[in-house]
Every structure is written in structure tokens, then in C-alpha cells.
């Protein structure tokens, strides 16, 4: 697209949680390059995330991650025009670092700041290849750390309409996983474990929060696992050493099926409130494929149906490619941050 300024080139920076990203984004859709660099084989023997070891690993990677998308997009600093990071929200020792690059970049080469919302990027992913956006739209951003719903008008223009109240969906998923001593990150190897199982074995709880609330529950179903796994008061064996691959099959889709109803009910109870003609999906567990296909479901069910976009699985979980094309429309708006920019652990 020709703009006053002609073609605008972003590089964005990613280091919210455990992977060190960098992209080089053309007009907030042509990707020229996207480098992760992850650390889940670093965080696999705790389980989870530990903030240290991330931020130390984003420390040496950061600049070695930005050379090589500067490179693989064949960009010089002077084809950038802008450097778009995520500063929230996030673990504030792996923002830092991101933020801290960013903001030396900026200075070095000249070059405007921009912040990101990284909940908001991930929402920008589901629009990547969207140009008109059809209003009313909800979108459903499903991370690890979050589990959200906005009201969308567009890229810049996002209101929160509900939020998770305690464990966000992609850490019911992680720490089910880790009941189940199923290897980390534990999204992906739910997903593949209950593909063999079956759904029906096992009624989990569906925590809807009443019948106009659109915050969602996910630590009700997570005990509910710990329970069945260890008997009702922590005091039984733990069964799941003794369990077949069969048993556990069961219990990942009998969970994993609970999970996307709550998701699946509580997207459309927004829709039908607001009479939404298009659904938003992104954030980490959108890579999930029954998710994918319930939330299509209830969209070609609904009358009139809703259209879905749903990120491209490449750009569900952490990159840089969102926070660079959100950051177009920021530049565009001329939406810039300065030097004092800081990380933020929760989302403003
Ligand atoms: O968006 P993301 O990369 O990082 C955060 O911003 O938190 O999301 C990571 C989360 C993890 O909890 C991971 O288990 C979950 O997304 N996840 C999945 C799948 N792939 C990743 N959850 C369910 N099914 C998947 N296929
Ligand atoms: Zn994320």
C-alpha cells in the first residue's frame, strides 16, 4: 500500500514469556521475516516457565534473533521505519529485555518506538490476511497466560468484555498436562493424547459463571482432573503411574472437550449479545484443532452465520510477526511510545 510515507517496513521485537522473536513486517501484512527462537527444551524439565532461566536465555539471544530477521527480510536500519515491542503483558524480566532492545535500536538507528499490547497482537494474527474487517466483530484470544473477549471495531480499537478469573485456558491445558505427566508444553500433548481418547469417558465440570457472565473458570476443571487422578482428598495413591495410555487418552479428551465448550458457549454468548458478523481467533491454544473446527461449527450453525478468522497456526502461539503488523497501524496512527517506555506485567 502506498502511504504519505510510501512502503512502511516494522521490525518487531517479542519477549513476553519463552521465546525470543523477531520480525520484519512490510505494510502490516507482508511477512519478510519471522524468527523464534524457543526455549521450551530449557523450561521442559521444570514443567513450565521459569522466569529466570527466560529471561537469561532472551538475554543472549536477542540481538542474534534481530540480526537474522533484519537479515532473512534483507533489510538494512535504513528500510526500517519504525521498531514495534511488546512491553506487556508478560513476565516483566522477559519484557525487559525485548523492551531494552528496542529501546537502544531506537535510539541507535533514529528510528520511531512503538508499544504493544501483546494480547492485542495475538487478536492482530486472526486479522493477518483479513483486509475488511465486517463489524460487529468478538474476538476470543486464548494464551497461556490469558483467556480473553474483546469487542473489535479494529486493530487499534479493542474493548474487554470478559476475562478469566483465575487459571488462564492454555495453563489449565500446561498444568493438566503436568498431572498427567505428559511432556511439556502441555497444549500440543493434550491435543495428541486425546485424539485416541474418548470425549464422553469422563464428565468434567463446565464452569459458566451464571448465566450472563462472560469471565471464564478453568481452575474448577483442573482440580476436577487432580482429583480423579489422586481420589477426592488428595489422600488416594496417585493412579496415573498405574494408568494405560487408554485411561489417559480418556481423561485428555474427556478435559479437552470441557475446555472448548466453555470457550465455544461463552464466544457465542458474546456474539449473539452484541450480534457479532465475524469471530476472532488467536493466542497459543487457538493452534488446537478441535477448537478450530467447534468455533467454525457454531459459526456456520448460527443464523445468519458468522465468519471466523482464526490465525494461521504459525502465528497462534508467541512471534513477532503480530507485533510488527499491529505496530503498522500504530505507526499509521502515529501512536508512538518514547524512551521512558517500560514492561508492564499486566495489560493496561
Ligand atoms: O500465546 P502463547 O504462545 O503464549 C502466551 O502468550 O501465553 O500460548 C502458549 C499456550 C500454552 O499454554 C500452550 O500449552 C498452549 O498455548 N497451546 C495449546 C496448543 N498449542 C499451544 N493448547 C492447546 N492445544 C494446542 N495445540
Ligand atoms: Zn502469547
Given at each position: 500500500?502506498?502511504?504519505?510515507?510510501?512502503?512502511?517496513?516494522?521490525?518487531?521485537?517479542?519477549?513476553?514469556?519463552?521465546?525470543?522473536?523477531?520480525?520484519?513486517?512490510?505494510?502490516?501484512?507482508?511477512?519478510?521475516?519471522?524468527?523464534?527462537?524457543s526455549q521450551t527444551k530449557l523450561h521442559e524439565k521444570y514443567g513450565g516457565v521459569v522466569p529466570e532461566i527466560a529471561s537469561r536465555a532472551h538475554i543472549e539471544k536477542i540481538y542474534p534473533v534481530i540480526a537474522e530477521a533484519m537479515e532473512q527480510g534483507q533489510a538494512s536500519k535504513d528500510d526500517i521505519d519504525a521498531i514495534a515491542v511488546a512491553n506487556q503483558?508478560?513476565?516483566?524480566?522477559?519484557?525487559?529485555?525485548?523492551?531494552?532492545?528496542?529501546?537502544?535500536?531506537?535510539?541507535?538507528?533514529?528510528?520511531?518506538?512503538?508499544?504493544?499490547?501483546?494480547?492485542?497482537?495475538?487478536?492482530?494474527?486472526?486479522?493477518?490476511?483479513?483486509?475488511?474487517?465486517?463489524?460487529?466483530?468478538?474476538?476470543?484470544?486464548?494464551?497461556?497466560?490469558?483467556?480473553?473477549?474483546?469487542?473489535?471495531?479494529?486493530?487499534?480499537?479493542?474493548?474487554?468484555?470478559?476475562?478469566?478469573?483465575?487459571?488462564?485456558?492454555?495453563?489449565?491445558?500446561?498444568?493438566?498436562?503436568?498431572?498427567?505427566?505428559?511432556?511439556?508444553?502441555?497444549?500440543?500433548?493434550?491435543?495428541?493424547?486425546?485424539?485416541?481418547?474418548?470425549?464422553?469417558?469422563?464428565?468434567?465440570?463446565?464452569?459458566?459463571?451464571?448465566?450472563?457472565?462472560?469471565?471464564?473458570?478453568?481452575?474448577?476443571?483442573?482440580?476436577?482432573?487432580?482429583?480423579?487422578?489422586?481420589?477426592?482428598?488428595?489422600?488416594?495413591?496417585?493412579?496415573?503411574?498405574?494408568?494405560?495410555?487408554?485411561?489417559?487418552?480418556?481423561?485428555?479428551?474427556?478435559?479437552?472437550?470441557?475446555?472448548?465448550?466453555?470457550?465455544?458457549?461463552?464466544?457465542?454468548?458474546?456474539?449473539?449479545?452484541?450480534?457479532?458478523?465475524?469471530?476472532?481467533?488467536?493466542?497459543?491454544?487457538?493452534?488446537?484443532?478441535?477448537?478450530?473446527?467447534?468455533?467454525?461449527?457454531?459459526?456456520?450453525?448460527?443464523?445468519?452465520?458468522?465468519?471466523?478468522?482464526?490465525?494461521?497456526?504459525?502465528?497462534?502461539?508467541?512471534?513477532?510477526?503480530?507485533?510488527?503488523?499491529?505496530?503498522?497501524?500504530?505507526?499509521?496512527?502515529?501512536?508512538?511510545?518514547?524512551?521512558?517506555?517500560?514492561?508492564?506485567?499486566?495489560?493496561?
Amino acid at each position: 500500500m502506498k502511504t504519505e510515507y510510501g512502503t512502511i517496513n516494522i521490525l518487531g521485537i517479542e519477549t513476553s514469556c519463552d521465546e525470543t522473536a523477531a520480525a520484519v513486517v512490510e505494510d502490516g501484512r507482508i511477512v519478510k521475516s519471522s524468527v523464534i527462537s524457543s526455549q521450551t527444551k530449557l523450561h521442559e524439565k521444570y514443567g513450565g516457565v521459569v522466569p529466570e532461566i527466560a529471561s537469561r536465555a532472551h538475554i543472549e539471544k536477542i540481538y542474534p534473533v534481530i540480526a537474522e530477521a533484519m537479515e532473512q527480510g534483507q533489510a538494512s536500519k535504513d528500510d526500517i521505519d519504525a521498531i514495534a515491542v511488546a512491553n506487556q503483558p508478560g513476565l516483566t524480566i522477559a519484557l525487559v529485555v525485548g523492551v531494552t532492545a528496542a529501546k537502544t535500536l531506537s535510539l541507535a538507528w533514529d528510528k520511531p518506538l512503538i508499544a504493544i499490547n501483546h494480547l492485542h497482537a495475538h487478536l492482530q494474527s486472526a486479522m493477518l490476511t483479513e483486509e475488511n474487517l465486517q463489524l460487529p466483530a468478538v474476538a476470543l484470544i486464548v494464551s497461556g497466560g490469558h483467556t480473553c473477549l474483546y469487542d473489535c471495531q479494529s486493530s487499534l480499537e479493542l474493548k474487554l468484555l470478559g476475562s478469566t478469573i483465575d487459571d488462564a485456558a492454555g495453563e489449565a491445558f500446561d498444568k493438566v498436562a503436568n498431572i498427567l505427566k505428559l511432556p511439556y508444553p502441555g497444549g500440543p500433548s493434550i491435543e495428541k493424547a486425546a485424539k485416541n481418547g474418548n470425549p464422553n469417558a469422563i464428565e468434567f465440570p463446565r464452569s459458566m459463571l451464571g448465566r450472563d457472565s462472560l469471565d471464564f473458570s478453568f481452575s474448577g476443571i483442573k482440580t476436577a482432573v487432580l482429583y480423579y487422578c489422586h481420589g477426592q482428598d488428595m489422600k488416594g495413591e496417585n493412579k496415573v503411574d498405574s494408568m494405560s495410555e487408554q485411561q489417559i487418552a480418556d481423561i485428555a479428551a474427556s478435559f479437552q472437550v470441557a475446555v472448548i465448550d466453555v470457550l465455544v458457549k461463552k464466544t457465542q454468548r458474546v456474539a449473539e449479545k452484541v450480534g457479532a458478523k465475524t469471530i476472532l481467533l488467536g493466542g497459543g491454544v487457538a493452534a488446537n484443532n478441535s477448537l478450530r473446527v467447534e468455533l467454525q461449527q457454531m459459526c456456520d450453525l448460527s443464523v445468519p452465520t458468522r465468519k471466523l478468522l482464526i490465525a494461521p497456526k504459525q502465528y497462534c502461539t508467541d512471534n513477532a510477526v503480530m507485533v510488527a503488523s499491529l505496530g503498522y497501524y500504530k505507526f499509521m496512527a502515529k501512536l508512538f511510545a518514547d524512551l521512558t517506555l517500560e514492561p508492564k506485567a499486566h495489560s493496561s
